[in-house]
Nanobody, 127 residues
Framework: QVQLVESGGGLVQAGGSLRLSCIAS????????IGWFRQAPGEEREFVAKISWSGGSTYYADSAKGRFTISRGNAKNIVYLQMNSLKPEDTAVYYCAADTGGRAWSVTTRLSDYDYWGLGTQVTVSS
């Protein structure tokens, strides 16, 4: 079992920044990819960014490229999502998820690849 806890969400004005954190605990001895996803009211959950176990590989949704940065802390069980130049359309609940399936790194964005999910943190961007 892997437990994931997100934090760092909040209310920010358009153009502002937030840094989300995802802390993993439990069966963290295995390597795993961490992904960030978001879900706005009435919308489907969508991929935002992902990072490999080593932190050497990252991939972003087009909506996140150039504005968001995903990274791992010195402790491999912490993953950050730095979000800059936030827009009202970034408003959503943000979730981190772990893919512990041992898959080779790829740029797929399937929600079904992820077997553990956090409860999410709300991000609200006002105009």
């Amino acid at each position: 079992q892997v437990q994931l806890v997100e934090s760092g969400g909040g209310l920010v004005q358009a153009g502002g920044s937030l840094r989300l954190s995802c802390i993993a605990s439990g069966r963290t001895a295995r390597t795993y990819t961490i992904g960030w996803f978001r879900q706005a009211p009435g919308e489907e959950r969508e991929f935002v960014a992902k990072i490999s176990w080593s932190g050497g590989s990252t991939y972003y949704a087009d909506s996140a490229k150039g504005r968001f940065t995903i990274s791992r802390g010195n402790a491999k069980n912490i993953v950050y999502l730095q979000m800059n130049s936030l827009k009202p359309e970034d408003t959503a609940v943000y979730y981190c998820a772990a893919d512990t399936g041992g898959r080779a790194w790829s740029v797929t964005t399937r929600l079904s690849d992820y077997d553990y999910w956090g409860l999410g943190t709300q991000v609200t961007v006002s105009s």
